[in-house]
């Protein structure tokens, strides 16, 4: 039961924080047989509870909830443990960055989603930034873009500014 429940943590608490548009997705306009809902996550949370199955996890997973979605998590499932914990960062008590490039860009995903749901940004924008400024450039650059889609009141923060102006070269893209 215990590891059940770690389990099912890991999907609704876990993974889709990182990726909470995957919970559901269905359009009829595609043949696509497989998607995912919150019953097959359930599914698949039963078959990860087997270690016998987690050697195959890509099969299972890509029968349930389609094989782009099933590739993305289990490169998360096996990525899990090395991802810094994201509300650290956000109240800027924390300042890692991992140095596995595949690990920091689901801490970068995570990250932004967590801060797309929050209510007050406000609170959290400055320690967002100085987290970006300690990315090697290009994720910083991911980070940037992404960040004014959600907030484009980050548009006006002073040290945001500086920061696009210092690295504007990393913005442009070569002809």
């Known amino acids: 039961m215990i590891i059940f429940l770690k389990i099912y ?3 609704k608490k876990i993974y889709l924080t990182y990726k909470p548009n995957y919970l559901f997705q269905f359009n009829p306009d595609k043949e696509i ?7 097959s996550w359930s599914f ?4 990860i509870e087997k270690p016998e199955c987690r050697e195959n996890l890509i099969y299972f997973a890509s029968g349930l909830v389609g094989y782009q979605i099933a590739t993305e998590f289990v490169a998360f499932f096996k990525l899990y443990d090395q991802i810094p914990k994201i509300e650290p960062i956000l109240e800027g008590k924390s300042e890692e960055v ?3 490039l595949s690990v920091l860009y689901l801490l970068i995903c995570g990250i932004l989603n967590f801060y797309q749901r929050l209510k007050n940004k406000n609170n959290y924008q400055d320690n967002l930034i100085s987290y970006i400024k300690k990315l090697p450039i290009e994720f910083g650059v991911l980070m940037a873009r992404d960040l004014v889609q959600i907030d484009n009141s980050v ?3 002073k040290v945001f500014i500086e920061w696009i102006n210092n690295n504007k070269n990393a913005f442009l893209t070569p002809k």
Request: without cysteine; glycine residues 0%; proline residues 15%.
């Open 98 to 100: 991992p140095k596995n």
């Open 44 to 47: 698949l949370s039963k078959i």
């Open 155 to 157: 548009i006006l923060n």
């Open 33 to 39: 047989r497989t998607f995912p809902t919150p019953r």
């Open 9 to 11: 943590q890991f999907f």
